[in-house]
């Protein structure tokens, strides 16, 4: 790419001034920028769709991640939900297709709901579809056989989705198979980077013993979106709770820097599984979300 004198120049410029700025500040300020775009996942708010659209539009976000109870709501009438999305100018970058379950002894039924989803998010015009899993053992360890049945069917299902022309990723998740950074690995590794990409939530990566910002990194190269996300720590037995932005461990400053490392160009999805706070509405934890990436992190969405 031909690189403009004004460029050329502004970088000599921070070239010379090195000895005054951080590593960091000037790797920052030398790297394109990454293209990143922002929306938010529609779970805060259940079952009420339509009030997740408006409110999610009205807190300035351009994409909405939706799951498999639009499909319920709207299979029938999909025009309705296409004139919603429309109105709200959201984007559908994302879609829950639910589980893919390796213990059912019936792959083709899995495979099938998979395919149903992608049918359906390809007539809204969205391009991905997020698969998650229950089939964690509720005692003992997981199996490396195991993992490496699940990644084949991801494959599987990836192979199929994309003849319809959608995207099938992978999302890591606690209480599942791919609940440790070593359980992701193997998954990855063993599944096709042309059929299955990864869906990095930052949240479950971080409660399950992982650096996000190390897998941004690491997993460049099949990273198609993320659910940005907070985590602390809770004296109950679970031991956890998601929180907005901002409230947990989360080090979110080091997940976009690393976004921009990579020249990430995609979207990031907040994710928010419940409101954490009784009393507290979704567009309320929306709001503490929006104003800690705008005015804490001055990211503009």
Known sequence: MKQ?????????????????????????AVLPAASIQYGYAAITWGDNIKQAI??????GFKGIQLRA??????????????RLLKDAKLALPM???????????????EISKHLESARFVKILGGNSIQITNSSRPKTGKVSHEDLVKYAALLNEIGKRTAAIGIKTT?????????????????????????????????????????????AIIKYKDRLDCLHIKDVKD??????????????GRVNLPS??????????NGYAIVELDA??????????????????????LKISI
């Open 234 to 247: 809770t004296a109950d037995a679970k031991g956890y709770i998601f929180v907005e932005l901002g409230q």
């Open 170 to 214: 992978y999302h890591n998740h606690m209480g599942q198979l791919g609940e440790s950074p070593e359980e992701v690995d193997v998954i990855l590794k063993n599944s096709d980077p042309k059929y299955v990409k990864l869906l990095l939530d930052i949240g479950h990566y971080q409660q399950g013993g992982g650096d996000p910002a190390a």
């Open 95 to 109: 879609y829950s297709s639910g589980n893919a379950n390796i213990n059912t002894g019936n792959d083709e039924a």
């Open 255 to 264: 997940v976009f820097a690393a976004l921009k490392t990579i020249h990430f």
């Open 4 to 28: 403009s004198r004004r460029s050329f120049l502004t970088q000599i410029g921070l070239l010379s001034a090195a000895p005054l700025l951080a590593p960091s500040d000037l790797l920052a």
């Open 54 to 59: 408006e409110e999610i539009s009205g807190l």
């Open 275 to 296: 409101v954490p706070v009784k009393g507290r509405t979704p567009l309320e934890s929306g709001q503490i979300t929006r104003d800690y990436l705008t005015k804490k």
């Open 69 to 82: 109870n639009a499909h319920t709501q709207f299979g029938q009438k999909p025009e309705e939900l296409i």
